[in-house]
Nanobody, 115 residues
Framework: QVQLVESGGGLVQAGGSLRLSCAVS????????IGWYRQAPGKQRELVVS???????NIADSVKGRFAISRDNAKSTVYLQMSSLKSEDSAVYYC?????????WGQGTQVTVSS
């Protein structure tokens, strides 16, 4: 069974940057479209950015120009570089297949942006 382990979250001031990582167990990683989701308190989980197996990306308007996804197929790891962070970016961030999530969710990594 695929396992997802997210890391890299933390507390950052508005305008700051963070880089998240998600390690995916198993060898299927290189064949799938992977995405980063986030869930803020009281809100539904939303897909914010994804990258297909060739690295072609799809980015939500709310983070366009600020977030960038990259993947290392050899390491089965996906990254999320976040910059110009805003308070509304505060959430728990998860990775999973995209646009529909088919794997069990990992524990996520908390990102808190202070204004």
């Amino acid at each position: 069974q695929v396992q997802l382990v997210e890391s890299g979250g933390g507390l950052v001031q508005a305008g700051g940057s963070l880089r998240l990582s998600c390690a995916v167990s198993g060898s299927i990683f290189r064949f799938i479209t992977i995405g980063w989701y986030r869930q803020a308190p009281g809100k539904q989980r939303e897909l914010v950015v994804s990258a297909d197996r060739s690295g072609v990306t799809n980015i939500a308007d709310s983070v366009k120009g600020r977030f960038a996804i990259s993947r290392d197929n050899a390491k089965s790891t996906v990254y999320l570089q976040m910059s110009s962070l805003k308070s509304e970016d505060s959430a728990v961030y998860y990775c999973n297949t995209a646009p529909g999530s088919i794997w069990p969710w990992g524990q996520g990594t908390q990102v808190t942006v202070s204004s």
